[in-house]
């Protein structure tokens, strides 16, 4: 009997994995854990011999905090760019994880660092999908004041991905912060203008409103779990789905 995780006719064809740079760090303070990034790199290797088209963007949390350093007093804009050159470093480990699990990947920068990886144009990337590579999109999306969630969303629109998934420490979206209402209650299906109303902040409301425009379905779930990035880019039912309303 055919595994349905496995059967390849009922696979995504292209999706857009937002990693946070703090999802790098396993359990350390700061920096990147090689075991966590391996781990990442087998899973994606996975699903890009399924056949899955898969595009990663992802943060730079772990190294440098844009808000944070701006609230220390840093000008806001020169800490974001800061920030963005986090996410190059982290796009870089991922890359060597990747390559070293034989999948060919390629970095895409949206601020210019030709030495180490090529510059963001959307018709290249989609060729480096087709053509089985994996494409790290890093530097989010080359102007301050803009998240990584809404980077991976405008990415994910301009790719023509199927779904946006989210990677997090939580196991998806619920009424409350889980870690200070035990008794909180995670939502198995959101909508677009419900998650903007509670002001729930399980992504950012520029990043929301992107995704309500497009139409464009985000799935936030739970990374630490073994395995379960996989099962999400396998569109196997994990986490919480948010969208499932027509843009007015």
């Known amino acids: 009997m055919t595994d349905p995780a496995r059967d390849i006719a009922r696979l995504p064809n292209r999706v857009l994995l937002k990693l946070s740079g703090e999802a790098l760090m396993g359990d ?5 854990d090689p075991d966590v990034v391996r781990g990442i790199a087998a899973q994606v290797a996975e699903a890009r011999r399924d056949g899955i088209e898969v595009a990663v963007v992802v943060g730079g949390g772990n190294i440098f905090r844009g808000v944070a350093a701006a ?3 840093m000008d806001r804009a020169t800490a974001d760019y800061m920030g963005m050159l986090a996410t190059a470093m982290n796009g870089l480990a991922l890359q060597d994880a990747l390559e070293q699990a034989a999948c060919p990947t390629r970095v895409m920068s949206a601020i210019a660092m030709n030495e180490i990886a090529e510059p963001y144009i959307r018709r290249r990337a989609v060729r480096h999908l087709e053509k089985g ?3 790290v999109l890093v530097a989010g999306t080359g102007n301050p004041y803009f ?3 809404t980077a991976a969303t405008l990415r994910a629109v301009e790719l023509a991905a199927e779904v946006i998934l989210k990677a997090t ?4 979206v619920y009424d409350a912060d889980p870690e200070k209402h ?3 209650t995670r939502f198995a299906q959101i909508g677009y203008t419900e998650l903007l109303a509670s002001r729930l902040q399980a ?5 929301v409103s992107l995704a309500m425009d497009n139409e464009m379905p985000i799935v936030v779930f739970d990374m630490t779990q073994p395995g379960n990035i996989l099962r999400a880019v396998r569109g196997e ?4 789905r948010i969208g499932g309303e027509e843009r007015s």
């Open 133 to 135: 590579r994996v494409v």
């Open 182 to 184: 035990p008794d909180a």
């Open 203 to 207: 992504l950012d409301a520029t990043a």
């Open 237 to 240: 039912t994990i986490g919480t």
């Open 28 to 32: 350390r303070q700061y920096g990147i």
């Open 169 to 172: 420490r939580v196991d998806g």
């Open 147 to 149: 998240t990584t969630d």
């Open 71 to 73: 609230a220390s007093g």
